[in-house]
């Protein structure tokens, strides 16, 4: 026993150790040949993503530019209208000091004329004219000096100035665009003039200036500004417009459309076509230009089209190769250095898996003898066990026997008292409507029976006078009998809505609405509530009426006093009927509040109620719910509104046949 104990620990031993061993060095060529992969996979990857970072950089660098061009562009009209304003502002100030410090009006013309003369801007300057249209000073064109604008050839320039002059009449300045012959040229480009009546001497004074000039200046700059730009690696900002006219270093002002690489690639002209196209990249070889390296670039371009320019910048594809190639060559060294350490825990855990297996070996020996002493133990507990098993199933089943015979009773007790439950909640709820009855009875009988006493006062006082006659007599008897024969027509509704018949029947539920105001009208009238009716025709339906209208009471009355308790003003019922798609549905609005949210679950829930104690139930749309949902098949619901809150109950029309009941 003691050999075969000893060659099954060896055997265990040496089983488990090439095993571990086996799987170790399976991990260990796994992860050199998955280390393999990923590096290689890496370095795609990386080369990838350093090439799309280098591009997403020229592009954004060229389209925060652009933008920058292009907010220049669209400000460029402000500015030229800011220094049209400042300087005719200028003139119109030196104008008012010279004018306040002349002797007489004479005086006063010379002296401002004079003055303002002087106020010259290149090709642009301060002109003068008379509220006729004479020209009174044109530094650059003497020669209109003492003419008449209004009698100008130029048909659009004297249409303009005549309607300039017939503002200036009413106003104190005009601005316009117009065509204006430059000094010295024969050219008229279009100019942006603003005039101003200087009101002393009855005189316009003006001043314009040509976008074409004004344009150039502002590109002028902004070139100045974009080649002073200096980007990393030697990079620079490059422009030309779409004729290929170059407008910046390193070929500024040369004509670039037909140049072409050392593989015959067009380049201006290819960048033009994606600048016109929204803007790309393009890749070419650059031009022996001077300073510049002819190897191959990476340039991205876009256009601004209210120049017709395109701007670009790239970078060098060597110098990209150089930079990769140190990177790789860095993470490459890091990744041998990592494999290195990785083989050497695996090293230690190898030489750690043998000593633990030893270990392991000389516990599982001890284990085989402690599970066998175990296993003996454990069988015998089996033996009692099922014994004792064996003996509370009989118990057991003795029991459930005897509970399966008294359950079927304890359900039909629980049931029952459900039944007699509910039967006493709904004779509550029926004696708090007969309570909401009698109330509303006793308003209506009491101006009848005012009335009546009033007939016999009369009666007795016409005899004691001596007036008494038959037809007197007569005229009143009927009288009162008409009053105690509607009063007995009350007493007919009340019975008719709390008579116990439970007979389903074909009714119309307009009736119902009909029978449960009449009931009602007295008291909702008597508190000042408007009641208004919108009902249609409607198809029969189903059911018990006097439940039926008991519904309707419960929610009319329900309207009626959240009106009361929340002292709406101008307090008003609205009760609509119609049909549609075979339901017959009866909506009660009313205007007071809605119902909060954090009770709109709970309201058909039985004895809920938010009246104060002893004002209600609690149990009137319980009841509702039920006599709709349940016995008659129909549905109720409600919503907040605007003002207040609308309750809708709705019942499946029914067959007219009488055999559907």
């Known amino acids: 026993m003691t050999q075969n104990k000893e060659k099954l620990k060896r055997y265990y031993f040496l089983t488990t150790f090439a095993v571990i061993a086996f799987i170790i060095m399976s991990i260990a060529v796994g992860f050199v040949i998955e280390e393999h992969n990923?590096?290689?996979?890496?370095?795609?990857?990386?080369?990838?993503?350093?090439?799309?970072s280098k591009k997403q950089?020229?592009?954004?660098?060229?389209?925060?530019?652009?933008?920058?061009?292009?907010?220049?562009?669209?400000?460029?009209?402000?500015?030229?209208?800011?220094?049209?304003?400042?300087?005719?502002?200028?003139?119109?100030?030196?104008?008012?000091?010279?004018?306040?410090?002349?002797?007489?009006?004479?005086?006063?013309?010379?002296?401002?004329?004079?003055?303002?003369?002087?106020?010259?801007?290149g090709k642009n300057y301060i002109f003068i004219f008379d509220m006729n249209g004479y020209v009174i000073s044109s530094p650059l064109q003497k020669h209109l000096e003492g003419k008449n604008v209004l009698e100008s050839s130029n048909q659009k320039l004297r249409q303009t100035m005549e309607k300039s002059l017939q503002t200036l009449k009413t106003t104190d300045t005009v601005?316009?665009?117009?065509?204006?012959?430059?000094?010295?040229?024969?050219?008229?480009?279009?100019?942006?003039?603003?005039?101003?009546?200087?009101?002393?001497l009855n005189w316009v004074i003006g001043y314009g200036e040509y976008f074409d000039d004004f344009t150039l200046e502002v590109q002028s700059r902004l070139i100045t500004q974009l080649e002073s730009i200096k980007l990393p690696e030697d990079g620079y900002i490059f422009m030309s417009d779409y004729s290929g006219m170059s407008l910046t270093k390193p070929a500024r002002n040369k004509f670039m459309l037909n140049v072409q690489d050392s593989n015959g690639k067009f380049i201006?002209?290819?960048?033009?076509?994606?600048?016109?196209?929204?803007?790309?990249?393009?890749?070419?070889?650059?031009?022996?230009?001077?300073?510049?390296?002819?190897?191959?670039?990476?340039?991205?371009?876009?256009?601004?089209?209210?120049?017709?320019?395109?701007?670009?910048?790239?970078?060098?594809?060597?110098?990209?190769e150089n930079e990769y190639a140190k990177r790789m060559h860095a993470e490459k060294q890091d990744s041998i250095k990592e494999l290195g350490v990785v083989l050497l825990l695996l090293s230690a855990v190898l030489v750690l898996a043998g000593l633990v297996t030893l270990v392991m070996s000389n516990r599982m020996e001890k284990l085989i003898d402690r599970h066998s002493q175990e296993i003996k133990r454990k069988n015998e507990e089996l033996r009692s066990l099922n014994i004792s098993l064996e003996s509370k199933v009989a118990e057991k089943t003795v029991e459930l026997t005897t509970l399966n015979a008294s359950l079927e009773k304890r359900v039909k007790d629980e049931i029952e008292k459900n039944r007699e439950q509910e039967h006493i909640m709904f004779q509550q709820g029926r004696l708090a409507a007969m309570g909401e009855?009698?109330?509303?009875?006793?308003?209506?009988?009491?101006?009848?029976?005012?009335?009546?006493?009033?007939?016999?006062?009369?009666?007795?006082?016409?005899?004691?006078?001596?007036?008494?006659?038959?037809d007197y007599l007569d005229k009143s008897v009927v009288t009162c009998l008409n009053i105690i024969q509607h009063m007995s027509a009350t007493i007919d509704n009340f019975r008719d809505f709390f008579k116990p018949d439970k007979e389903r029947v074909l009714f119309d539920v307009n009736d119902c609405v009909k029978q449960s105001l009449?009931?009602?009208?007295?008291?909702?009238?008597?508190?000042h509530i408007e009641i208004r009716n919108e009902l249609e025709q409607c198809s029969k339906v189903a059911g018990v009426p006097g439940e039926y209208s008991q519904v309707l009471v419960n929610i009319i009355t329900n309207a009626k006093d959240a009106l009361i308790?929340?002292?709406v003003k101008n307090p008003c019922i609205t009760i609509r009927s119609w049909s549609e798609n075979h339901i017959a549905s009866v909506s009660v609005e009313n205007n007071g509040q809605g119902i909060p949210e954090n009770i709109a679950e709970k309201i058909f829930e039985p004895y809920f109620t938010t009246k104060e104690e002893g004002k209600g139930t609690g149990i009137g749309l319980y009841f509702s719910k039920i006599i709709i949902e349940k016995n008659?098949?129909?549905k109720i619901t409600f919503k907040n509104t605007k003002n207040g809150v609308v309750f809708f109950v709705s019942l499946p029309e029914a067959d007219e046949d009488p055999s559907y009941l």
């Open 38 to 52: 990923n590096f290689e996979k890496t370095l795609r990857i990386n080369k990838q993503n350093l090439m799309d």
């Open 57 to 121: 950089t020229l592009k954004s660098i060229v389209d925060s530019v652009a933008q920058q061009v292009r907010l220049t562009i669209s400000e460029s009209e402000n500015n030229l209208k800011e220094r049209i304003d400042e300087r005719l502002n200028l003139a119109y100030s030196a104008a008012e000091a010279v004018n306040a410090a002349a002797k007489n009006t004479k005086d006063a013309e010379d002296d401002v004329k004079a003055a303002l003369s002087g106020m010259v801007w």
């Open 175 to 200: 601005e316009f665009n117009v065509a204006w012959t430059k000094p010295g040229e024969k050219t008229a480009p279009a100019k942006f003039v603003k005039l101003r009546r200087f009101a002393p």
């Open 268 to 320: 201006v002209k290819e960048m033009i076509k994606l600048a016109q196209n929204g803007g790309g990249f393009y890749e070419y070889v650059m031009p022996p230009f001077p300073g510049m390296k002819p190897e191959k670039k990476l340039s991205y371009v876009t256009g601004i089209n209210g120049w017709n320019w395109y701007i670009g910048t790239g970078i060098y594809l060597t110098d990209f």
């Open 437 to 470: 009855m009698l109330s509303n009875i006793a308003h209506q009988w009491r101006q009848p029976l005012n009335n009546i006493g009033l007939y016999i006062q009369d009666i007795q006082d016409a005899q004691e006078a001596g007036e008494l006659s038959k």
């Open 518 to 527: 009449t009931l009602l009208r007295a008291g909702i009238e008597n508190s």
């Open 565 to 567: 308790d929340n002292n």
């Open 632 to 634: 008659m098949g129909g």
